[in-house]
């Protein structure tokens, strides 16, 4: 069974940093592209950043653009994401998602999500 | 970017009704067009693919249709279980974006 478990959420003051990790299980991560999508309180869904199997191509929504860096460790199964000089716009869920490459990203595999509140 | 635009917003709908739900690309993305359910406290899930793949395990009575910029979703007798928030989203190219969502509630 694909399990996909979020961690490292929390407050946080504007301007802060924040890590979140997925740890993945029941698949191998090693071939899926990944996908971090966040829903801010009362909005809709939100594609973050996606990271190709090697690590080799990231990319990211320009709202985040120089201020998160999308991460992957194969070898623990592992995805990461790092947050610097966070805003109250950057509440949310974040969501560890399976898949990401275009054309054709499915996003099948949800984890329950990480919720990130920002304020001081 | 690609601009996804759903409508309606929301509906009101009672249980057997055939519900519609449109989504419409600002440019065309051919069949790359996906469909999401989301309820509260729960993970969402991938309904449709590929604009009109039925995901694995998903019943019957979604269907998807539609291609280049416009799509509709279609839930052909509404179920209780069905009372959610359904999204669009384009796989077409970066940034993948989402459609603003159709709320479907009891009538």
């Known amino acids: 069974e694909v399990q996909l478990v979020e961690s490292g959420g929390g407050l946080v003051q504007p301007g802060g940093s924040l890590r979140l990790s997925c740890a993945a299980s029941g698949f191998t991560f090693s071939n899926y592209w990944m996908t971090w999508v966040r829903q801010a309180p009362g909005k809709g869904l939100e594609w973050v950043a996606n990271?190709?199997?090697?690590?080799?191509?990231?990319y990211y929504v320009d709202s985040v653009k120089g201020r998160f860096t999308i991460s992957r460790d194969n070898a623990k199964n592992s995805l990461y994401l790092q947050m610097n000089s966070l805003g109250a716009e950057d509440t949310a869920v974040y969501y560890c998602v399976t898949g990401g490459g275009v054309p054709g990203a499915r996003f099948v595999h949800w984890g329950h999500g990480a919720l990130v509140i920002v304020s001081s | 970017d690609i601009q996804m635009t759903q409508s309606p917003s929301s509906l009101s709908a009672s249980v057997g009704d055939r519900v519609t739900i449109t989504c419409r690309a600002s440019q065309s993305i051919s069949s790359y067009l996906n469909w999401y359910q989301l309820k509260p406290g729960k993970a969402p899930k991938v309904l449709i693919y590929a604009a009109s793949t039925l995901q694995t395990g998903v019943p019957s009575r979604f269907s998807g249709s539609g291609s280049g910029t416009d799509f509709t979703l279609t839930i052909s007798s509404l179920q209780p279980e069905d009372f959610a928030t359904y999204y669009c989203q384009q796989s077409y190219s970066t940034p993948l974006t989402f459609g603003g969502g159709t709320k479907v509630e009891i009538k």
């Open positions: 990271i190709k199997q090697d690590g080799s191509e990231k």
